[in-house]
């Protein structure tokens, strides 16, 4: 065992990219790489619609050289990261960009990464991320405010069974952030609904972890205050550029929490529900938000207490009214039927508790489920 490596991780930390740029207008900053860089982007391949592609061009249009590869592949799998691998090897990139939500930002890791490592493969049982890079450095643009995986420690890897693998590492850290709330604003309304759940169940679930601490907590209770002060109104008013800014710096401080801590059941859940019935992540984050919160708060009537004060309101059961208020404002799913288009048998609910057991984000939920318990969040959905 390796003493060292184990007392690190025991460590209460926080990592953060080394440059962090934040405002409106502010992916101008792709104009500014180092003369002669050789730039590749792995882009969402919603830019060419939404006229994204077009204007990451023009801003690189001063690159020594550049290439723009759209994100087909849709999660990131061993195979899809693999079949770029001589595509980057051959143009030998200074800087790898992702732009994107977080799908498109975890496959630009694991390129990077494979870039890196000529010889590394990525598998189902691989999980060591090797570094530090210093082949070409990693830049981060989110164009959604939910998956945080631009402040991440996490990438997600999909098997080919559908199960997600998470690959943790302070190297899959980007040295760039760009957080631009312009390149929010087509983002259609649900997806903007889901993916804000999504951040605020990051520091929702991140602050009632055990690895939780006061620094944490702080950066937590800003995440979730500005999340239900901004997320019903971008919903809206999908240009109003404050609401889209709010939620972009609530998604990074959410994202960099849940790096730290991990999450709870409503992730676990999340995962087996994406892994079975292949539902959108964010949006399944947002049906079990909820349920999860009650469940735990009927187990310790305390566990939100501190949060709650943290965010003005008198005890975890306002708190959970918020929430829930926000969620019938946004239209986010609160039962099964919501989210699957059905109710679930008795079998296929103790099959989906039975993937969320497995599940290491349940490891730090903020009190002890079994299967049962999580069969009776199922069951109390119908």
């Known amino acids: 065992m390796d003493l060292r490596a184990l007392k690190l991780r025991m460590l209460k930390r926080m990592y953060f990219a080394p440059e962090v740029c934040c405002g409106p207008e502010l992916s101008e900053r792709l104009r500014y790489f180092e003369p002669g860089a050789r730039i590749l982007v792995l882009i969402t391949d919603s830019a060419g619609r939404t006229g994204l592609l077009d204007q990451v061009a023009a801003r690189l249009s001063d690159a020594s050289a550049y290439e723009l590869i759209q994100w087909t592949w849709g999660e990131p799998a061993a195979s899809s990261v693999a079949g770029l691998r001589q595509r980057v090897q051959e143009f030998k990139p200074d800087w790898i960009v992702g732009i994107g939500g977080g799908t498109v930002l975890d496959a630009a890791k694991f390129v990077s990464a494979e870039y890196e490592n000529p010889a590394l493969h990525w598998s189902e049982q691989t999980q060591a991320v090797p570094g530090p890079r210093t082949r070409a450095r990693l830049a981060l643009v989110p164009t959604t405010s939910g998956s945080g995986s631009e402040a991440s420690q996490a990438a997600i890897l999909t098997g080919s069974d559908g199960k997600k693998l998470a690959c ?9 952030v760009i957080l631009d709330p312009v390149l929010t604003t087509t983002l259609p309304a649900a997806e903007t609904a889901s993916t804000g759940f999504d ?75 994406s892994q079975h019935y292949h539902t959108p992540h964010a949006r399944a984050v947002s049906a079990y938000l909820l349920p999860t919160m009650r469940w735990n708060l009927a187990k310790n009537p305390r566990v939100y207490d501190a949060m709650a004060a943290a965010c003005g309101m008198s005890d975890g059961m306002a708190l959970i009214g918020a929430i829930e208020e926000l969620a019938r404002a946004v239209g986010s799913p609160l039962r099964l039927a919501d989210l699957l288009s059905r109710e679930l048998t008795a079998s296929e609910r103790r099959d989906l508790a039975g993937a969320a057991l497995k599940d290491g984000c349940l490891r730090t939920n903020a009190c002890r489920m079994r299967q049962d318990d999580l069969e009776a969040v199922l069951c109390g959905m119908e």
């Open 199 to 273: 951040a605020l169940a990051h520091a929702v679930e991140s602050t009632a972890s055990n690895l939780a601490h006061d620094l944490l907590r702080e950066l937590c209770a800003t995440a979730i205050r500005a999340i239900l002060r901004h997320l019903a109104r971008a919903v809206d008013n999908p240009r109003e550029m404050e609401a889209r800014a709010g939620l972009q710096n609530a998604a990074f401080l959410a994202g960099s929490c849940q790096s730290g801590t991990s999450t709870g059941a409503a992730h676990a859940l999340a995962h087996a529900t």
């Open 168 to 176: 943790v590492s302070p190297y899959w850290l980007p040295d760039l």
